[in-house]
């Protein structure tokens, strides 16, 4: 299987520069309001795709136990600093594109702001599926391609892309928009079933953003999400999928059971100290500080 590149956060100040002194308290709030109605009320063991510093996490507070996964493990540090180190989080650093854990382990997961650095979508969405449960929730956002901005530049010859083309479009290096119809293609391949779509920050336009109060905008915001039913003209797009089957009973493993090698796919490994081996392939993973790195072998 071929290796899609990653988009690497280590190191970044991505939380402080651009959600705390950013001025996105717009596009936060109104996430939080997609998340809320999109989300199962309460679940056993939720995974957190593109985890960061954890802006998200604490709103998964219907679920007994969260994996936070990054790819960046100095984004998964300012994540226990903001969330403690409780054994109700478990910390993993992972590609994607090659996730260390066990098949249909978790009841529900989570994708926001994410998406849109995958170089070969269909193959991490593939990676999600796998391990997940039947009639799992799966709650994706995406940038959308054929939001009411772009189609505008491309009418007036702003914008060489063609926001109606169903093929993602590489904006800047690591970062692609895409067609809602696409990814709705791509989940129902997955056997996803896509129960309900939303559209998200049909505001987000520094001249509002600084014109009218927040609070209003977060409300008009609210009101129009819905609409996602009918049509999505936003640049971001929440949708809840779900997998057939009945709903299993979902139970929480020890952390280190949860996970299989992304090199060969052995499961279990054998828990040694600090490392995690495989039985199979002998290659072993480094746990340090409370977080799990799969990123690449420690050894082997």
Same mark, same amino acid.
């Not at 994708?111 to 999600?128: C, E, G, K, S, Y």
């Not at 449960?133 to 901005?149: C, G, Q, V, W």
């Not at 039913?229 to 139970?251: C, I, K, M, N, Y």
């Given at each position: ?6 988009? /690497? ?10 959600? =705390? ?12 309001? $997609? ?13 957190? %795709?593109?985890?960061? *510093?954890?802006?998200? !996490? +604490?709103?998964? $507070? ?7 996964? /990054? ?5 998964? #540090? ?15 650093? $992972? =590609? ?13 997961? !989570?994708?926001?702001?994410? %998406? ?5 979508? +269909? ?31 491309? %009418?007036?010859?702003? #914008? ?52 009218? +109060? ?47 090698? +992304?090199?060969?796919?052995? $499961? ?17 993973? %480094? ?5 799990? =790195?799969?990123?690449?072998? *420690?050894?082997?």
């Amino acid at each position: 299987m071929s290796q899609p590149p990653v988009c /690497d956060y280590e190191g970044s100040d991505y939380q402080s520069s651009f959600w =705390d002194q950013g001025e996105r308290e717009y596009e936060d709030r109104v996430e939080a309001i $997609a998340l809320k109605r999109l989300l199962p009320v309460r679940g056993r063991l939720l995974l957190e %795709l593109g985890a960061g *510093a954890g802006r998200n !996490t +604490p709103r998964y $507070a219907g679920f007994d136990c969260i994996v936070l996964v /990054d790819y960046s493990r100095s984004q998964l #540090q300012q994540a226990q600093r903001r969330l403690g180190t409780s054994d109700r989080y478990v910390f993993v650093a $992972a =590609d994607i594109y090659r996730l260390p854990f066990i098949a249909g382990v978790f009841d529900t997961a !989570t994708m926001i702001r994410t %998406l849109h650095h995958m170089a070969d979508a +269909p193959q991490a969405l593939a990676q999600v599926r796998s391990a997940l449960a039947p009639h799992a929730t799966f709650i994706l956002e995406y940038a959308n391609k054929r939001n009411s901005k772009a189609i505008l530049r491309y %009418l007036f010859g702003r #914008q060489t892309w063609n926001p109606f083309n169903p093929e993602p479009v590489e904006f800047a290096r690591l970062n692609f928009d895409f067609h809602p119809r696409t990814v709705r293609r791509w989940l129902e391949a997955l056997s996803f079933e896509v129960e309900r779509t939303l559209t998200v920050s049909h505001f987000r336009a520094g001249l509002l953003k600084r014109t009218v +109060p927040t609070s209003v905008l977060v409300s008009l915001d609210s009101l129009f999400q819905p609409t996602g039913a009918l049509w999505q003209l936003t640049p971001s797009v929440f949708v809840r999928a779900v997998l057939p089957g009945d709903s299993p009973a979902v139970e929480i493993p020890e952390s280190h059971a949860l996970f299989k090698c +992304p090199e060969c796919g052995q $499961a279990p490994l054998i828990q040694d100290g600090h490392l995690m081996r495989c039985p199979k392939c002998n290659r072993s993973y %480094l746990e340090e500080d409370g977080i799990y =790195d799969f990123r690449r072998p *420690a050894s082997g």
